[in-house]
C-alpha cells in the first residue's frame, strides 16, 4: 500500500508540469501568432488544464 501514495504524488507533479508547460508555450506562441490563433490556442489550454484537473482530483480519490 506504501506505493500508491508515491504513485499519486508522480501522476500529481506529472500533471502540474504539463500545466505549466502548457503556460509557458502559450505564452511563447501568444507573441508571434496572429490573435485569432492565439486566442484560440488559449481557450484549447484552458480546457486542457480544466480536464487535467480533474484527472488530477480523481487520482487523490483513488
Do not use: A, Q, R, Y
Given at each position: 500500500?506504501?506505493?500508491?501514495?508515491?504513485?499519486?504524488?508522480?501522476?500529481?507533479?506529472l500533471i502540474?508540469?504539463?500545466?505549466?508547460?502548457?503556460?509557458?508555450?502559450?505564452?511563447h506562441?501568444?507573441e508571434?501568432?496572429?490573435?485569432?490563433?492565439s486566442e484560440?490556442l488559449?481557450?484549447?489550454?484552458?480546457?486542457?488544464?480544466?480536464?487535467?484537473?480533474?484527472?488530477?482530483?480523481?487520482?487523490?480519490?483513488?
Open positions: 500500500m506504501e506505493i500508491m501514495p508515491e504513485k499519486k504524488n508522480e501522476i500529481e507533479e502540474d508540469n504539463m500545466i505549466l508547460g502548457g503556460n509557458d508555450m502559450v505564452n506562441l501568444k508571434v501568432l496572429p490573435d485569432s490563433l484560440t488559449v481557450m484549447f489550454h484552458e480546457s486542457n488544464v480544466i480536464n487535467l484537473k480533474k484527472i488530477k482530483e480523481f487520482v487523490k480519490t483513488k
